[in-house]
């Protein structure tokens, strides 16, 4: 669900230094675990060195170009055939090798890309289901919208820009180096009459291409700065729009009972207009900013001439001169011209670097809640409730628990109408819930089984979504074909192998069972239910319940709900009062 989340992105104005700084400082830390810490470390690096030499070889190939303009140009005006042969026999050989290096820069690029991608990826939806965040990230909405999209999307292109970002700064720094001792000696000096006197400036051309570019990075910074923030917005939009459109197709036999397409529509609707405005914002700024910088680049192609024209003309260069020339100042203007040409790449980047910033913050006040928490949970073989309070996450108080035990072959029943928080202490008692104090002590997490209302059927074979989450493996057919009978659910026994989307095919009544047999295949210790049969009608349900009784006799059972049906399953019963502040269930 889209919360507006995340921090604010845009490139810095004021204190510009200190929020670039900021900014490559959690590009570092973002980039840092794989090149440091992950087991790929070594091999990475080998290759990013490989890389780097390619693309060391390709600027030293332009620097041969540049050299052989010279001579190949100088060949055709002094009109020597051997000489255009020799020279055009080296540029196709020079143009195999050229060929090669740009085929492995790019192989080579995305391999790297792709291993630390894969890295990435594995490490944060680690961290991301590590002690439940994702879980509190969902229910707080903890300023982080859209996380699959923020580990799908953003993570590849984090990856993608920091590549191709780094190596075209270096080789626009390679090149700028390499190319700037070559247009010194070629520009000679330049007489500039200043007050009736005549000023050599040695170099001109150097100095020429510092400005001119400096003049359009400049420029090109105060067009396109806008680009950040309504890319960053653009990804949101487009993340809330698909969300909203798989949530309806999840949902589509509710809204077609109640005739909810009209509303769909409108709602949808909604939410793709905000994408369509600020893609036409974007277009509007993009159009601005190719406006300038493809008039910056149709002028770089005829200034360098412009400026060595006056030496030509006078005899002071002969044609490969002012071809090496132009060469090596196009070198030059290109290189001094990097962030005009990878500006709109560079403003991704950032809205990326803040989107990925605000995950990591929502994972941060994930944990920070659940260390903050006063509810001391401890493993024990019977289940032990103290002085337990569960609050509201705004503090408000929502249940206070008597004192309660339950010893293992024991089974108990929690009572209490809608509103006195009995899901809430469902989820404290599996360990979601941070919010209050008191202390809880239940059995291990591999002993115990706990089943919700809404069950979750992964889109795979019947197999696996009835052994969810262990293999599909752990269990033969006869045993799925056992647990699905003793259910009530014999006609499902012949799509064990078939893949669906469960959710969608079965009836909330089967899903539950399809729940239920996980419990008959599972064979837990402790199963505890919240309103797990609540979609059965009452035969179902003690059918159902009389079936869990019969293959787990040995299984203490910790039920929440409120039908009759269940009080006959349980020896003991627990009614919870009506709090003074009502949760949502």
């Not at 000696?185 to 150097?206: K, N, T």
């Not at 493993?379 to 628990?401: E, F, I, K, N, Y």
């Amino acid at each position: 669900m889209m919360t507006g989340g995340g921090h604010a992105a845009g490139f810095p104005e004021g204190s510009s230094m200190s929020k670039l700084a900021a900014f490559f400082r959690a590009l570092w830390l973002l980039a840092k675990p794989y090149w440091t810490q992950s087991d790929e470390k070594r091999s990475a690096w080998v290759l990013l060195a490989v890389i780097v030499g390619l693309n060391l070889g390709s600027v030293a190939l332009s620097v041969w170009f540049n050299f052989w303009n010279n001579n190949f140009y100088n060949s055709l005006q002094n009109k020597d055939f051997g000489d255009f042969k020799k020279y055009l026999l080296q540029f196709c050989g020079m143009a195999v090798v050229f060929i090669i290096v740009a085929v492995y820069q790019t192989y080579l690029s995305q391999m790297l890309r792709l291993r630390w991608r894969r890295w990435l990826t594995g490490r944060w939806l680690e961290d991301w289901l590590r002690d439940h965040r994702y879980y509190l990230m969902q229910l707080l909405h903890l300023g982080t919208d859209n996380p699959d999209q923020r580990i799908a999307d953003d993570l590849r292109l984090f990856t993608d820009y920091s590549l191709s970002l780094t190596l075209g700064l270096m080789n626009s720094i390679v090149t700028l180096f390499s190319f700037l001792g070559i247009l010194w000696g070629l520009s000679g000096a330049f007489a500039l009459p200043l007050f009736g006197h005549e000023v050599s400036i040695p170099g001109y051309m150097v100095w020429v291409a510092l400005v001119y570019a400096g003049i359009g990075t400049w420029l090109t910074h105060k067009i396109g700065r806008p680009l950040v923030r309504l890319n960053f917005d653009q990804q949101r939009f487009e993340a809330d729009f698909r969300f909203h459109l798989v949530r309806l197709r999840e949902n589509v036999e509710g809204v077609a009972m109640q005739g909810g397409e009209p509303a769909e529509k409108i709602a949808l609707g909604g939410r793709f207009g905000h994408v369509v405005d600020n893609f036409l914002a974007i277009m509007k700024k993009q159009k601005q900013l190719t406006w300038f910088t493809s008039g910056y680049g149709q002028i770089a192609v005829i200034f360098p001439f412009l400026v060595a024209a006056p030496r030509f003309f006078s005899g002071g260069i002969a044609l490969g001169g002012l071809m090496q020339t132009a060469s090596a100042f196009g070198q030059v203007q290109s290189a001094l011209s990097y962030i005009i040409s990878a500006y709109t790449d560079i403003a991704e980047m950032w809205s990326v670097v803040s989107r990925l910033e605000g995950f990591i913050a929502g994972m941060q006040k994930a944990d920070a809640m659940r260390a903050a928490s006063g509810i001391a949970t401890t493993t024990a073989q019977d289940l032990r409730v103290d002085g337990l309070s569960l609050d509201l996450p705004d503090a408000r108080p929502l249940l206070t628990m008597p004192a309660l035990h339950v010893a293992a072959g024991d089974s108990l029943l929690i009572r209490g109408r809608s509103g006195t928080g009995k899901s809430t202490l469902f989820r404290a008692l599996a360990g979601l819930w941070p919010f209050g104090r008191g202390h809880i002590a239940r059995p291990a997490n591999d002993a115990a089984m706990f089943l919700p209302q809404r069950p979750y059927l992964p889109v795979d074979s019947l197999r696996a979504a009835l052994a969810y989450p262990e293999p599909a493996e752990r269990y033969d057919d006869a045993q799925y074909e056992a647990a699905l009978a003793a259910l009530g659910l014999e006609t499902l026994a012949g799509r064990l192998h078939e893949s669906a989307n469960w959710a969608q095919i079965l009836s909330g009544g089967e899903q539950q069972r399809v729940q239920l047999a996980r419990a008959l295949l599972k064979k837990p210790a402790w199963l505890f239910l919240d309103e797990a049969t609540a979609a059965l009608d009452e035969a179902s349900e003690a059918a159902a319940l009389e079936a869990l009784r019969h293959a787990l006799p040995e299984t203490t059972l910790v039920s929440i709900g409120h039908r009759p049906a269940l009080q006959a399953f349980h020896k003991t019963q627990l009614d919870l009062a009506m709090p003074a502040v009502a949760a949502a269930e």
